[in-house]
């Protein structure tokens, strides 16, 4: 029987090395093209690529604007000629961002909020470090979620939930 104070343990120990800022869960290495870039290299390279949103900065890597695969999209389905159109065309010009000191849980408020799947990080000068995405915060959480389960198990189950944690 798990008592309060094992369980208590447990989440001690689970959460002293879970992150807290958005430089500890976020893509530092970002997929960027340019504003005059056209819409049919965006739709080449996330043809290519698995990832679903292209920051587009200028040449001194400040955030222009993102591209999302939805965005993509909506312009194949209500652009005749989508190969002529730049990004700037068609990328979200005023993108929420956050910078890689804000706090996990203000990210996650912001995306929720306002139904967005990314977030660019801007460094203090002003730059783009990153990009934080739905899928770098369920990674952040299914390690925390797998250590609070190692942590609960009995010792002969704990084996086969390290098998399962070393597959992934």
């Not at 698995?50 to 955030?63: I, K, N, P």
């Not at 203090?124 to 925390?144: H, N, P, Q, W």
Request: with cysteine.
């Amino acid at each position: 029987m798990i008592t309060a104070k094992a369980n208590l343990a447990v989440l001690e120990a689970a959460l002293e090395n879970a992150p807290v800022s958005v430089a500890d869960v976020m893509t530092r290495e970002v997929m960027t093209l340019g504003p005059e870039q056209t819409f049919a290299d965006t739709v080449a390279l996330m043809a290519n690529r698995f990832f679903r949103h292209v920051l587009v900065v200028d040449e001194d890597q400040r955030l222009c604007g993102v591209i999302s695969d939805r965005d993509i999209l909506r312009g194949l389905a209500r652009t005749l000629n989508w190969k002529a159109k730049s990004i700037s065309e068609i990328m979200t010009r005023d993108a929420f961002t956050v910078t890689p000191d804000t706090p996990i849980s203000l990210a996650i408020r912001e995306m929720l909020t306002n139904h967005i799947s990314c977030l660019p990080v801007i460094g203090s000068d002003g730059r783009v470090c990153g990009i934080l995405t739905s899928t770098d915060l369920l990674t952040a959480y299914e390690k925390i979620q797998c250590a609070l389960e190692r942590s609960a198990l009995p010792a002969a189950e704990k084996t086969n939930a390290n098998s399962l944690a070393k597959e992934r």
